[in-house]
Nanobody
Framework: QVQLVESGGGLVQPGGSLRLSCAASGFTFRNYDMEWYRQAPGKQRDLVARITSLGTTTSADSVKGRFTVSRDNAKNTVYLQMNSLKPEDTAVYYC?????????WGQGTQVTVSS
């Protein structure tokens, strides 16, 4: 079955960096677009970044120039490099894949940006 496991979250000061990882299994990873979402308390879950199966990336305006999504098909893993973090980036971050019209989510990893 499809499994997505996020890791790499934590507490970081404003201006700091974190790299999130999402390890995927149960499907042919290289064939699928992968996405990162985040959800802050009391807010909806928003798309942060997407990387297609061909490696094309897009990101939300709020993170452009600070966050970079990448993937390693040999390791079945997608990454989110987050630099110049701001308090408003505080959220639970989730990776997502849509396979056969069904959305799959990991358990999420908490990112807290605070001094």
């Amino acid at each position: 079955q499809v499994q997505l496991v996020e890791s790499g979250g934590g507490l970081v000061q404003p201006g700091g960096s974190l790299r999130l990882s999402c390890a995927a299994s149960g499907f042919t990873f290289r064939n699928y677009d992968m996405e990162w979402y985040r959800q802050a308390p009391g807010k909806q879950r928003d798309l942060v970044a997407r990387i297609t199966s061909l490696g094309t990336t897009t990101s939300a305006d709020s993170v452009k120039g600070r966050f970079t999504v990448s993937r390693d098909n040999a390791k079945n893993t997608v990454y989110l490099q987050m630099n110049s973090l701001k308090p408003e980036d505080t959220a639970v971050y989730y990776c997502n894949v849509t396979r056969r019209l069904q959305d799959y989510w990991g358990q999420g990893t908490q990112v807290t940006v605070s001094s």
